[in-house]
C-alpha cells in the first residue's frame, strides 16, 4: 500500500521559510516522479513542482520559481520543499504525490499539510 506522509507545515510570517517533507513507503521510491502540489480555498489546484527518479526537477510553477526548490533522498525515501520568502498567497493545502504508473499523473498522494502565511 502506497503511503505519503507529509510534514513541515505552519503558521509563518510573510518572508519567511518552511521546509515541508514528505516520507513515502509502499513502492520503489527510487523508480519513481514525485511532486507537490497544492489547494486553497476559491483558487484551482495548483502544480508546484515534480522531481524525477534521477532527481532532475523537470517543473517548478512560476508562483514559486526561485523562492521554492525541492529535493529528493532516495535513501530516506522522502522529498523536501524548501520553501523561501513566503508570501501570503502561498497559504495553501500541500501534497505530496507520486507518479506510479508513468502517465505523468499523480496516482498516490498524502493527507496534505497546511502552510499559512500571515502577519
Known amino acids: 500500500q502506497v503511503h505519503l506522509v507529509e510534514s513541515g507545515g505552519g503558521l509563518v510570517q510573510p518572508g519567511g521559510s518552511l521546509r515541508l517533507s514528505c516520507a513515502a513507503s509502499g513502492f520503489t521510491f527510487s523508480a519513481k516522479t514525485l511532486g507537490w502540489y497544492r489547494e486553497a480555498p476559491g483558487r484551482d489546484r495548483e502544480q508546484v513542482a515534480r522531481i524525477t527518479r534521477d532527481n532532475v526537477v523537470t517543473y517548478y510553477s512560476d508562483t514559486i520559481k526561485g523562492r521554492f526548490t525541492l529535493s529528493r533522498d532516495n535513501l530516506l525515501n522522502t522529498i523536501y520543499l524548501s520553501m523561501l520568502n513566503l508570501m501570503p498567497e502561498d497559504t495553501a493545502k500541500y501534497y505530496c504525490?507520486?507518479?506510479?504508473?508513468?502517465?505523468?499523473?499523480?496516482?498516490?498522494w498524502g493527507r496534505g499539510t497546511q502552510v499559512t502565511v500571515s502577519s
Open positions: 504525490a507520486v507518479d506510479i504508473g508513468g502517465s505523468a499523473e499523480w496516482d498516490w
